[in-house]
């Protein structure tokens, strides 16, 4: 069991440019989740995949957010144009899915701190 | 919709002291109810969690937990602090449903441990 896994761990860019992060799962896992924290807060959802399909999205994911899941295994989270306000750390986890397991664990892994210069 | 409130943004405990980090929910379900820890720049791990079983729930490293409907509470306590336990603990509550499957956590706990 290698876990969660996320790329790059740290990214620094510049205002106006475009970043994508990398999210592995739990192999097996059909669940990823897209999660911000911002300092000093609790994380907040942003969207979650049932195997490809994206199933919620929230308000939190404007236009300029996009996030796949091509296969059903590793996502991307894209942001474009980003924003001194898009700095924070990005968080992915994955879930076993399935009827009856809505409320198994969510695995988390280390994050992609995002600073927006 | 479910609601986490955290009460106490930092908690500052003395070490081999009991640790009571607190936890309110609102939800018009029947609620599944998580305690995380983070270590600094790290991800989330979980402690522990409520499934509507056994309303005293017991985690790793010594902490446990109890529901408590009549109060709406889901408060983590540890009889033992100990230097490692030093980090931020996050309350969590599952909003479940249809399509919807995620997490919405309280504003976190930053505990501290004095030697």
Redesign the interface.
Known sequence: DTGVSQDPRHKITKRGQNVTFRCDPISEHNRLYWYRQTLGQGPEFLTYFQNEAQLEKSRLLSDRFSAERPKGSFSTLEIQHTEQGDSAMYLCASSPGGRGHYYNEQFFGPGTRLTVL | AQS?TQLG?HVSVSEGALVLLRCNYSSSVPP?L?W?VQYP??????LL?Y?SAATLVKGINGFEAEFKKSETSFHLTKPSAHMSDAAEY?C?A?N?GG??????????TLLAVQP
């Open positions: 986490v943004s599944y998580f995380y720049n790290q991800g989330l791990q979980l969690k499934t996050f969590a599952l479940y399509a919807t499957n995620k997490l919405i956590f309280g504003t976190g």
